[in-house]
């Protein structure tokens, strides 16, 4: 199984844009699916995750910017990043964990968001 991130590029301070994660292969539903982050020189934090129920958490830096979203039966999360910011540049991983059952901990391989001021 592997997990298949795209959507990164080069948008200005104030746009948008629209990362997508997608998990090729069979697999169960993921409990948490979920969005991080890791600048340069930092290290990876989270960014949103959002529940098999669709409830969701997000980092006090994204609130209210960022909207993380999934479809079950096509196994994918998105994540909307809305008011982007020079501080929201970064390398975004998406991750799908399951706990129960057939568990598993799967990561992309990352898309590069580069916000100019």
């Known amino acids: 199984v592997q997990l298949q991130a795209s959507g990164g590029g080069l948008v200005q301070a104030g746009g948008s844009l629209r990362l997508s994660c997608a998990a090729s292969?069979?697999?169960?539903?993921?409990?948490?699916m979920g969005w991080y982050r890791q600048a340069p020189g930092k290290e990876r934090e989270l960014v949103a995750v959002?529940?098999?129920?669709?409830?969701?958490n997000y980092s006090d830096s994204v609130m209210g910017r960022f909207t993380i979203s999934r479809d079950n039966a096509m196994k994918r999360s998105y994540l909307q990043m809305n008011s982007l910011r020079p501080e929201d540049t970064a390398v975004y991983y998406c991750?799908?964990?399951?706990?129960?059952?057939?568990?598993?901990?799967?990561w992309g391989q990352g898309t590069l968001v580069t916000v100019s001021s």
């Open positions: 991750n799908m964990k399951r706990s129960r059952g057939w568990t598993y901990d799967y």
């Open positions: 292969g069979s697999i169960f539903s993921a409990d948490v």
């Open positions: 959002i529940a098999l129920g669709r409830s969701a």
